[in-house]
């Protein structure tokens, strides 16, 4: 797998590596109860943010089941607005693509732009042949976002796990990199 070359840059966006001086930030919105409604676990500890902090910082992307967690911040204003994260499945070359943003960053496409961003990294940089998205169906916004992306719904897993004490839906988004690289010749 080659090194990810870091930063990425895009029209509004900076990707790059997190550091220590995120920690404030990220918990911010990690310690928010509707930050954490579509994500694993609860609300994060403090303990916990630097914990993740921690290994977001020192991820290592070379073999299957290993994860990249690139902190996004807006390129005319430096500082940790969210981030995105691709997951290298195990076997024939598939990925997983996902997202969390501050409250003060969501629904001005930087999500959308990030995500694109990791897209073309796992289809042109590392060859992948797909990436999905899994998303609790009540995550519209993430639909919303998946879609635009160019991914297509693939199934709705109804009542799949019992997640936060609710039984949940999960859909899966997914995009071949034949398809992404149709979407994209015309964007």
């Not at 954490?36 to 070379?62: C, D, H, W």
């Not at 500082?79 to 990925?95: A, S």
Request: charged letters at 25%; one cysteine or more.
């Amino acid at each position: 797998m080659p090194e990810i070359a870091l930063p990425i840059r895009t029209d509004r966006l900076v990707l790059r590596r997190f550091e220590a001086t995120d920690l404030g930030a990220f918990h911010a919105y990690h310690s928010l109860a509707e930050t954490a409604r579509f994500l694993p676990g609860e609300a994060k500890s403090y303990t916990q943010s630097m914990e993740r902090v921690g290994q977001y910082a020192n991820f290592i992307f070379e073999k299957e089941g290993d994860w990249v967690s690139l902190a996004i911040e807006a390129a005319d204003s430096p500082g940790l607005i969210g981030e995105v994260v691709l997951k290298w499945l195990p076997g024939c070359g598939q990925g997983e693509i996902g997202w969390s943003l501050a409250p003060g960053a969501r629904g001005h496409g930087y999500a959308t732009e990030a995500a694109q961003a990791v897209l073309r990294l796992g289809f042109e940089e590392w060859g992948f042949h797909r990436i999905d998205a899994k998303l609790d169906a009540l995550n519209t916004s993430s639909a919303g976002l998946c879609e635009r992306l160019g991914m297509r719904l693939e199934a709705r897993h109804v009542d799949k796990w019992r997640y936060k004490d609710e039984w949940a839906t999960e859909l899966v988004y997914a995009v071949l990199r034949s398809e992404w690289s149709v979407w994209n010749a015309g964007g």
